[in-house]
């Protein structure tokens, strides 16, 4: 079956930086956009960011421009998001997911989802 693994998560202090990455099994995600999603407790699950299958297009949520990079490497089916000057607010459970095209990466449309992986950031 399909199945997409996060790893990277933490407790990180305010400023500081993770680096959390997608592992993708079951097919191939060449031709697919490949994203992040978080999720705080009691508040709903939001984009953060989405690369295209090429990699030749981002995208990337207000709150997190110019600090976040999401990357992936097509030869080992991964993505990952690379998080520099964290803040308190960054503290969520990080989702990786996998859409046809980047109108279809929402919480609604993505075809695929990992289980996630817990970020905390203290102050």
């Known amino acids: 079956q399909v199945q997409l693994v996060e790893s990277g998560g933490g407790l990180v202090q305010a400023g500081g930086s993770l680096r959390l990455s997608c592992a993708a099994s079951?097919?191939?995600?060449?031709?697919?956009?490949m994203g992040w999603f978080r999720q705080a407790p009691g508040k709903e699950r939001e984009f953060v960011a989405a690369?295209?299958?090429?990699?030749?297009?981002?995208s990337y949520a207000d709150s997190v421009k110019g600090r976040f990079t999401i990357s992936r490497d097509k030869a080992k089916n991964t993505v990952s998001l690379q998080m520099n000057s964290l803040k308190p607010e960054d503290t969520a459970v990080y989702y990786c997911?996998?859409?046809?095209?980047?109108?279809?990466?929402?919480?609604?449309?993505?075809?695929?989802w990992g289980q996630g992986t817990q970020v905390t950031v203290s102050s």
């Open positions: 997911a996998a859409a046809q095209s980047l109108t279809t990466m929402s919480v609604g449309r993505a075809a695929y």
């Open positions: 079951g097919r191939t995600f060449n031709t697919y956009w």
């Open positions: 690369i295209s299958g090429s990699g030749g297009a981002t």
